[in-house]
């Protein structure tokens, strides 16, 4: 029962995974989420509903336009399959209960702020403000123990980038700082610290990878949004266990 249940949620999360694409691309824009519906935008093709079909559209059109042929991003069927698979993971992880809703809103805002990095390295404050709101909103009617560390967990973390941007002389984006500040609404201290220290990590592997694939471009902007995400992601479900292991191999 269990299974299919997960199988239900990795369903909704695909269709979920395909509504944030929308989101992610047309918010920084300032368009609108609902009108015009889902069209090619190099055509402006109207997409039929066998043409929207999360993940499975883009592989039966072999990511390509059915009318003009200009190549579809591969983001929108990896950020489907991606949000699909968290919405599962999340339920099985969770399980049924309160804490089931603030895990599936905090997988849908990091799923719609990589979409909205990865297109234009921007992190709408509007997308952001939604979510803070839901998030203390959530905090209030099931605070954490102690309560005042969801707060802690923010100013840490707004605290933290806020330095690092001034150190850096805007190495580090306005987006991030306030992307931080309302993650750890959810995440807490001890997390939301786990957070910083996975995502340079991750950061400084992908960006070593692409310094060896394509040489050394100074000042050559990335990103930094998905590794926020994947980050906060891990230190959500695993903080306590990172931490145990670190204990356990290296003191």
């Known amino acids: 029962m ?5 199988f239900l949620f990795f369903l909704f999360g695909l269709l979920f995974g395909s509504f944030f694409n929308v989101v992610g691309i047309r918010v920084p824009k300032k368009e609108s989420i609902v009108f015009p519906g889902s069209h090619c935008t190099n055509c402006q093709h109207p997409l039929r509903w066998y043409e929207n079909i999360p993940v499975l559209s883009y592989v039966f059109l072999r990511g ?15 950020m489907e ?32 702020i990589t979409v909205s990095d990865l297109y234009y390295m921007v992190i709408p404050n509007r997308i952001l403000l939604v979510f803070f709101l839901l998030f203390i909103i959530y905090r209030l009617i099931n605070p954490m123990e102690p309560f005042w560390d969801a707060y802690l967990g923010a100013f840490i973390g707004f605290g933290i980038l806020y330095v690092l941007a001034v150190i850096s002389r805007g190495g580090m984006g306005g987006g991030d700082i306030k992307l931080f500040f309302t993650i750890g609404i959810v995440l807490g201290t001890k997390a939301t610290i786990m957070t910083l220290f996975l995502a340079s990590f991750l950061g400084a592997i992908v960006g070593i990878l692409i310094i060896l694939v394509k040489g050394y471009k100074k000042r050559t902007p990335i990103p930094f949004g998905p590794f926020i995400a994947a980050g906060a992601l891990l230190s959500y479900f695993y903080t306590d266990s990172i931490m145990l292991w670190y204990v356990d191999h290296f003191l």
């Open 2 to 6: 269990n299974g299919w249940i997960a």
């Open 64 to 78: 390509r336009c059915r009318v003009c042929r200009v190549k579809i991003s591969p983001i929108y069927p990896m």
């Open 81 to 112: 399959l991606m949000t699909g698979l968290l919405f599962a993971f999340s339920y099985i992880q969770i399980g049924w209960n309160d804490e089931l809703i603030l895990t599936l809103l905090f997988v849908s805002l990091l799923v719609i």
